[in-house]
């Protein structure tokens, strides 16, 4: 029985996606692709060179942000990111971090927050892009080289996270 239930929700599920993605809904795979771009395209406009996304490093960023999706919330206790935290460190322990963005630690309430919410595609939502990729200061970096990107989504909002490295 509890295989025709899982494989119902996997039928369901799929079913769902291609409703979606026939609608014109954007999956985190394309998101997380378009952010991308979009951060290279205003490097460019910097004159800075493009981010390389490396597999292993966005596999580690997908895994730490997988947290927030299984949590159900964009905000983690202290006790559940500390140990995540440490998982993404041992995976990225051979590369030289330059910066991140989209998750951060709040000292005041002991929490981890993800908060970058992936915009619209539209013409609006890449305005609203630029401006944050513009006043985060953290893709103005010259010595960043390489990329770890992902995308979650949490009670039907996309969120987003990387750290660049050199």
Request: aromatic share 8%.
């Amino acid at each position: 029985m509890k295989k025709l239930a899982r494989l119902t929700a996997l039928l369901l599920t799929g079913a769902l996606l291609l409703v979606l993605t026939a609608c014109g809904a954007e999956t985190e795979q394309q998101a997380k692709q378009r952010l991308l771009d979009e951060i290279n395209s205003y490097r460019a406009s910097l004159e800075l060179d493009p981010l390389k996304e490396v597999e292993q490093l966005s596999a580690a960023e997908q895994e730490l942000i997988e947290h927030f999706r299984a949590a159900g919330k964009t905000v983690l206790p202290e006790s559940e990111g500390d140990e995540v935290l440490d998982s993404w460190r041992s995976k990225t322990k051979d590369w030289s971090y330059c910066s991140g963005f989209g998750w951060d630690w709040d000292h005041d309430e002991s929490v981890y927050t993800l908060s970058a919410k992936v915009p619209a595609n539209t013409p609006e939502g890449k305005a609203e892009l630029r401006t944050t990729l513009g006043s985060s200061g953290d893709f103005n970096c010259k010595d960043c080289k390489s990329i770890g990107i992902a995308v979650v989504t949490i009670d039907g909002q996309m969120y987003w996270s990387c750290y660049m490295y050199n």
